[in-house]
């Protein structure tokens, strides 16, 4: 059944990748990069660790930055796993009815479950500048809170969107079943709909983690004066050139997103092969019964 | 008999789907203690009744009464009622001991006795060793024990099972419906079965309700339903039978002369019947004798060409062609086996009692 494929398709297969990777590549590489000056010159001129060394002395101030990225996606993440999935919950088991006004509300669901992926459509500078105006309006003091709050909003869709993937993939019979053996519908909630929705849960929140780590558009509006996350601290550090510990800095940003994004993968690949190894096992036990 | 006590009532049950009615109009009482199946083909609304009574769905209009006591509205975690579902619905993220151990774990119970009763739920149903088994781990037929002894642990006062054999091979699906009764039996819980199988309903049951469109056609006993269907649908949905298309000629007492094919035959009927009205007769092709010879003249007996036939073991099958064109399936046993060719002309009887008068509802839904 497998096709070959063509020499070509190799070819733009490596062109491809190397279009995308090659800047990364350059970053990574300078990072390592003994030349003293900036990266400015292109000279790549031996192996040292001395920006890596640069960017851990207390002195580069990094570490506050850090700090502040960690909290604001530790708590955004958070919020947004409760709001994602509850939401992802109520709008995948809401009930069918079929009066006017359930239609009515149902249609009204149905908007709030596309408006709710909405926030990774918009463009971050109309959304950055809107929750500016909106937190000025509402006299918010610009700092942690507005960070999180607008964190929060860009989040929630990876947690949604995830977890309404496993929930309308899920036989809506267990829940009944469940209801059947004498579980109340909270109960239904903590026993069987929540850990079946565990997986998908984590792995948006994975998602998640990684771009509210990586956000800088949006948190450059709301950012308040005491505040500084490390995209922010980046911008401002790059200004006049590229000092080389970012490139360190960046090289190791990448190696936590990759991480935290296969993990993520891996997770639920590891998911599919354990339904796929049961289903074998399965397989084998009808046969031997059959025997 | 000693007076049998109902259990559940339906009381005018209907359930409308937008503009579909899947449930038109249900009463039923059930007994205690009895093997009641709801028998008919996909969409009759056999499954849409279970639901209700499991408290899944709201009726419409009607009412459900278990014990004497209106539970039409009571949440279906309030009923003593439990469901085998049609695709098991097993938890897949729960082993087999936490799957059967889950109605009592949510009610509170303490853990040895849990362990105990689980202990005697694997025995039953013959899943000891698999307790650490997911879902996902087990065979068709396991699944759907730990599906019984999921439900059967909470001693539920009656026990709703959706075409629970549904899923399974023949073999299996012979086993198993053994395996049932004989829980049932022992454990004298009521059973209310979904099936569109008859031969299941049949060798299972201690009654059966025939459904079409949302309604009963006939509530009967197994022996009942196959021996005195009321309609055409019953006879034809049950066994194989021959409905013979028939004029009224004569009535007398509980007897009526009927003209088919231009043969005189006699047919008991209770019912008024005119002469000249157009009638249907069931006849089952299995209580049809054939003969070349004319045998010693029973009442019921016609004339016709033998059109087809064919050896299939046990038993062979024929067609019959009568005069008027209506043609007859007979099935005799091997055992007596003639030499019977296609263009003979062949004598075809049958007791007095085999032939049954149906009402025509073939038209109907």
């Known amino acids: 059944m497998k096709k070959k494929n063509s020499p070509w398709a190799n070819v733009y297969l490596a062109l491809i990748l190397i279009l995308l990777y090659l800047p990364i590549l350059v970053v990574v590489l ?8 900036r990266t400015a010159n292109f000279q790549f001129e031996g192996f040292s660790l001395q920006w890596y060394e640069a960017l851990f002395n207390p002195a580069s101030g990094y570490g506050g930055p850090l700090m502040t990225s960690v909290t604001i996606a530790v708590w955004s993440v958070l919020l ?79 947690i949604f969107i995830t977890v309404r993937g496993r929930l309308s993939s899920l036989d809506p019979g267990l829940e009944e079943a469940a209801r059947d053996l ?110 | 008999m000693p007076e049998k006590k109902v259990l559940l009532s339906l009381r005018g049950l209907h359930k409308t789907f937008d503009t579909q009615e899947a449930v038109a109009g249900i009463d039923l009482e059930v007994y205690e203690g009895e093997f009641i199946t709801l028998l008919g083909p996909s969409g009759c609304g056999k499954t849409t009744t279970l639901r209700i009574i499991a408290g899944l769905e709201m009726p419409s209009s009607g009412s459900v009464f278990l014990d004497g006591k209106d539970i039409t509205r009571l949440a279906p975690e309030k009923r003593e009622v439990n469901t085998v579902f049609q695709n098991y619905a097993l938890f897949p993220h729960m082993n087999v001991y936490k799957n ?101 309903a049949i060798t299972m049951s201690d009654r059966i309700a025939l459904m079409r469109a949302g309604r009963f056609v006939q509530l009967d006993t197994p022996r009942g339903l196959y021996e005195q269907p009321r309609t055409a649908f019953a006879a034809s949905f049950i066994g194989e039978t021959n409905l013979l298309t028939a004029t009224a000629q004569a009535a007398k007492d509980d007897e009526v002369l009927l003209d088919i094919a231009g043969f005189t035959l006699p047919c008991t009927c209770t019912d008024w019947v005119t002469p000249g009205e157009k009638l249907l007769l069931s006849l089952r092709a299995e209580r049809l004798h054939l003969s070349k010879t004319p045998v010693p003249v029973p009442c019921c007996r016609v004339t016709g060409e033998l059109v087809h036939t064919q050896y299939a073991g046990g038993e062979r099958l024929s067609v019959v062609s009568l005069p008027d064109g209506q043609t007859l399936r007979v099935r005799t046993s091997t055992e007596t086996d003639q030499d019977l060719a296609p263009g003979a002309t062949v004598y075809c009887w049958w007791n007095q009692e085999s032939g049954v008068l149906v009402r025509d509802d073939r038209e109907e839904a």
């Open chain 1, 30 to 37: 300078f990072s390592f990069n003994s030349n003293p000056g």
């Open chain 1, 80 to 158: 947004s796993a409760i709001l994602g999935t509850l939401g992802a919950i109520g709008l995948v088991r809401r009930p069918v009815k079929k009066s006017i006004l359930g239609r009515a509300g149902n249609a009204a669901l149905s908007l709030g479950e596309q408006v709710a992926v909405l926030p990774i459509m918009i463009p971050e500078l109309i959304l950055g500048i809107a929750l500016m105006a909106l937190f000025t309006l509402m006299k918010l003091p610009f700092g942690m809170i507005t960070l999180v709050l607008s964190h929060v909003v860009f989040c929630v869709p990876y």
């Open chain 1, 182 to 291: 004498g579980a109340t519908p909270l109960k239904v909630l903590t026993t069987i709909t929540l850990p079946l929705a565990m997986p998908a849960v984590v792995s948006g929140c994975l998602l998640a983690f990684a771009m509210s780590m990586d956000d800088f558009v949006i948190s450059f509006f709301v950012n308040g004066p005491q505040t500084n996350t490390l995209p922010l601290k980046i911008y401002s550090s790059v200004k006049v050139g590229v000092p080389p510990h970012v490139n360190a800095l960046c090289t190791l940003m990448l190696a936590a997103v990759f991480m935290i994004v296969g993990l993520s993968q891996l997770w639920q690949a590891r998911t599919q092969k354990r339904l796929k190894r049961d289903e074998k096992q399965a397989a084998r036990a009808r046969a031997m019964s059959a025997n």
């Open chain 2, 100 to 200: 059967i151990a889950y109605g009592l774990t949510l009610r509170g119970v303490d853990k040895n006795i849990i362990k105990q009763k689980v202990d005697e739920m694997l025995d039953l149903t013959q899943l000891k060793g698999y307790e650490k088994r997911m879902p996902s781990q087990l065979s068709g037929g396991q699944r759907q024990r730990v599906a019984i002894a999921r439900s059967l642990i909470l001693s539920p006062k009656l026990l709703l099972l959706d075409e629970p054999l549904g899923a399974l091979d023949l073999q299996l699906r012979r086993q198993m419906q053994q395996e049932l009764k004989q829980m049932q039996r022992t454990l004298g819980i009521t059973f209310i079965y979904i099936t569109h199988d008859q031969e299941e």
